[in-house]
T-cell receptor
Framework: GAVVSQHPSRVICKSGTSVKIECRSL??????MFWYRQFPKQSLMLMAT?????????EQGVEKDKFLINHASLTLSTLTVTSAHPEDSSFYIC??????????????FGDGTRLSIL | AQKITQTQPGMFVQEKEAVTLDCTYD???????LFWYKQPSSGEMIFLIY??????QNATEGRYSLNFQKARKSANLVISASQLGDSAMYFC????????????FGTGTRLQVTL
């Protein structure tokens, strides 16, 4: 079945560091990928939609300059948390639909990245 | 705008029993899909089951079934013969046609299966 690979699974770094997270579709092409953030004991909140060949679309309240998204190819999207601070500590997870057709296609999720900023 | 509501923050069920996790939704779009995902403590999101707004029959997938009541805008997940490995967070989500595949998630229900 369709698989999405996300790397790294865990990052612990100092405040001020920029962190890059990769999301790859392994056996299908994904013109669109999604980035979510999940705080402890909360739901997934969509941060942005990553579009291959064009700029990402950010949800309201998400800082574009803070969370840089690059959809470099049909199988790779990256999220860079720039100058990360402790409040950016969270679980980040990406997903990709296997089809951009109707609403019946499930999204396939990566395993997530647990980011801890000290 | 779409909204998903899960009113049960936590549920307990005994092993081998059935449990129903509630989900109600709100959308004005006639074409939409409803999904249930399981999130164990390790964090990955595992797709369980899907129900389309035009589907005539309730979806079933192994021990999972979806009790879809369109008029009431509810899409409850039923897990039969619960197993200890079913202990996890469960999220209901909706996707509306034409919204670039965006998923809107509910707040989740934490299910604990006991002996």
């Amino acid at each position: 079945g369709a698989v999405v690979s996300q790397h790294p699974s865990r990052v612990i770094c100092k405040s001020g560091t920029s962190v890059k997270i990769e999301c790859r579709s392994l056996d299908f092409q994904a013109t669109t990928m999604f980035w979510y953030r999940q705080f402890p004991k909360q739901s997934l909140m969509l941060m942005a939609t990553s579009n291959e060949g064009s700029k990402a679309t950010y949800e309201q309240g998400v800082e574009k300059d803070k969370f840089l998204i690059n959809h470099a190819s049909l199988t790779l999207s990256t999220l860079t948390v720039t100058s990360a601070h402790p409040e950016d500590s969270s679980f980040y997870i990406c997903s990709a639909p296997t089809s951009n057709g109707g609403p019946n296609q499930p999204q396939h999720f990566g395993d997530g990245t647990r980011l801890s900023i000290l | 705008a779409q909204k998903i509501t899960q009113t049960q923050p936590g549920m307990f069920v005994q092993e081998k029993e059935a449990v129903t996790l509630d989900c109600t939704y709100d959308t004005s779009d006639p074409s939409y899909g409803l999904f249930w995902y399981k999130q164990p403590s390790s964090g990955e999101m595992i797709f369980l089951i899907y129900q389309g707004s035009y589907d005539q029959q309730n979806a079933t997938e192994g021990r999972y079934s979806l009790n879809f009541q369109k008029a009431r805008k509810s899409a409850n997940l039923v897990i039969s013969a619960s197993q200890l490995g079913d202990s996890a967070m469960y999220f209901c989500a909706m996707r509306v046609a034409g919204t670039a595949s965006k998923l809107t998630f509910g707040t989740g229900t934490r299910l604990q299966v006991t002996l």
